[in-house]
């Protein structure tokens, strides 16, 4: 089983859907592999007890899993930052509830996603996985129409650094953007890892022609014949 919980800031808009619309909510997301149906429905007796505005839990075919997020199906401009943490406890827990509920000055989604399992095990092939000794990875993110850039920005930063104390330094790429995202992007790999990449990037992209992602830049005075750069 995997889980997910987030503190999302609803706007007072027509598009949101009566109860949820205009207030504070928390959303809790389970995903789990087919099995039995009974423990499932045992595991999320305690969830349900505390009450809930709506409740989707179901089955779902794999194709509907990008369902369980209930992520906007229009494009739409956000800010966004990360960190991956280790142990949490009620003083870290405490710390993001302090930012990220109902009267947050900023409108933003704070959440946490559970990690472990598989993603601890070192991989039988070497691959570029990093951060496997996170417990957590936080996440916020703001819609840019909702509020100011200058306003967002400083509000993900006291998020981020309320967290520090349990952060492991790593990063998630997939919520890594806005300022400093480049200087971060080393910190979403392990060392021996990022090394290896950027001297496959000199190899295939000495010039840095594919630069408009996550960058990583070719590692300098080693261009030359394709190989495996160790």
Same mark, same amino acid.
């Given at each position: 089983?995997?889980?997910?919980?987030?503190?999302?800031?609803?706007?007072?808009?027509?598009?949101?859907?009566?109860?949820?619309?205009?207030?504070?909510?928390?959303?809790?997301?389970?995903?789990?592999?087919?099995?039995?149906?009974?423990?499932?429905?045992?595991?999320?007796?305690?969830?349900r007890a505390i009450g809930a505005i709506s409740d989707t839990l179901?089955?779902?075919?794999?194709?509907?899993?990008?369902?369980?997020?209930?992520d906007p199906v229009v494009p739409g401009a956000f800010e966004a930052?990360?960190?991956?943490?280790?142990?949490?406890?009620?003083?870290?827990?405490?710390?993001?509830?302090?930012?990220?509920?109902?009267?947050?000055?900023?409108?933003?989604?704070?959440?946490?996603?559970?990690? /472990?399992?598989? =993603?601890?095990?070192?991989?039988? $092939? !070497?691959? @570029?996985?990093?951060? %496997?000794? #996170?417990?957590?990875?936080?996440?916020?993110?703001?819609?840019?129409?909702?509020?100011?850039?200058?306003?967002?920005r400083p509000a993900h930063a006291r998020v981020l650094d309320a967290?520090?104390?349990?952060?492991?330094? /790593?990063?998630? =790429?997939?919520?890594?953007?806005? $300022? !400093?995202? @480049?200087?971060?992007? %080393?910190? #979403?790999?392990?060392?021996?890892?990022?090394?290896?990449?950027?001297?496959?990037?000199?190899?295939?992209?000495?010039?840095?022609?594919?630069?408009?992602?996550?960058?990583?830049?070719?590692?300098?005075?080693?261009? /030359?014949?394709?190989?495996?750069?160790?």
């Amino acid at each position: 089983m995997n889980s997910s919980v987030a503190l999302i800031s609803l706007p007072d808009v027509p598009a949101i859907p009566e109860p949820m619309r205009g207030r504070h909510t928390v959303q809790v997301r389970i995903a789990c592999a087919p099995g039995d149906p009974g423990g499932t429905e045992r595991m999320m007796g305690p969830l349900r007890a505390i009450g809930a505005i709506s409740d989707t839990l179901g089955e779902l075919a794999y194709a509907e899993t990008g369902s369980i997020y209930n992520d906007p199906v229009v494009p739409g401009a956000f800010e966004a930052g990360t960190a991956m943490l280790g142990e949490l406890d009620a003083t870290s827990v405490q710390a993001i509830l302090d930012l990220a509920g109902p009267h947050a000055q900023v409108p933003h989604i704070v959440e946490l996603r559970h990690l /472990g399992g598989r =993603l601890t095990h070192p991989p039988a $092939e !070497g691959n @570029a996985v990093g951060n %496997r000794d #996170a417990r957590y990875v936080l996440n916020v993110v703001s819609r840019l129409e909702r509020a100011d850039i200058a306003e967002i920005r400083p509000a993900h930063a006291r998020v981020l650094d309320a967290v520090a104390p349990w952060s492991t330094g /790593g990063r998630f =790429l997939n919520f890594m953007n806005g $300022e !400093g995202a @480049a200087a971060q992007v %080393r910190s #979403a790999y392990d060392a021996a890892d990022y090394e290896r990449l950027t001297g496959l990037k000199a190899v295939y992209d000495p010039h840095n022609t594919f630069r408009l992602n996550h960058n990583i830049p070719p590692a300098r005075g080693r261009t /030359g014949e394709r190989g495996d750069p160790r």
